[in-house]
Nanobody, 121 residues
Framework: QVHLVESGGGLVQAGGSLRLSCSAS????????MGWYRQAPGKQRELVAS???????NYADSVKGRFTISRDNAKNTVSLQMNSLKFEDTAVYSC???????????????WGQGTQVTVSS
């Protein structure tokens, strides 16, 4: 079992910055990747950014150049630095991890509770 805890959401003005953090805990053997997804009202959940244990990153086109994802493998944490925020970035952001536990036979997907990010225009 894996538990993800998120922090850093809030209300900011357009052009401002926020930093989201997520920490994974539990019977973790290894984590292949961690990342952030977001979902706005009436829209489908989408990948914002992800990073593998080796440091390979992937970003949505809409956030490239503005957001930066980083990780600490030893602590099983991932962060998302969000700069130059736009109104369109308003959504619930959820942490995700693809993890292998001591009692599981394959990697499984785990999700945090979600944190609200609201950008005022």
């Amino acid at each position: 079992q894996v538990h993800l805890v998120e922090s850093g959401g809030g209300l900011v003005q357009a052009g401002g910055s926020l930093r989201l953090s997520c920490s994974a805990s539990g019977t973790i053997l290894s984590i292949n990747s961690m990342g952030w997804y977001r979902q706005a009202p009436g829209k489908q959940r989408e990948l914002v950014a992800s990073i593998t244990s080796r440091g390979s990153t992937n970003y949505a086109d809409s956030v490239k150049g503005r957001f930066t994802i980083s990780r600490d493998n030893a602590k099983n944490t991932v962060s998302l630095q969000m700069n130059s925020l736009k109104f369109e970035d308003t959504a619930v952001y959820s942490c995700h991890a693809a993890a292998l536990t001591y009692y599981g036979g394959s990697y499984s997907n785990y999700w945090g509770q979600g944190t609200q990010v609201t950008v005022s225009s």
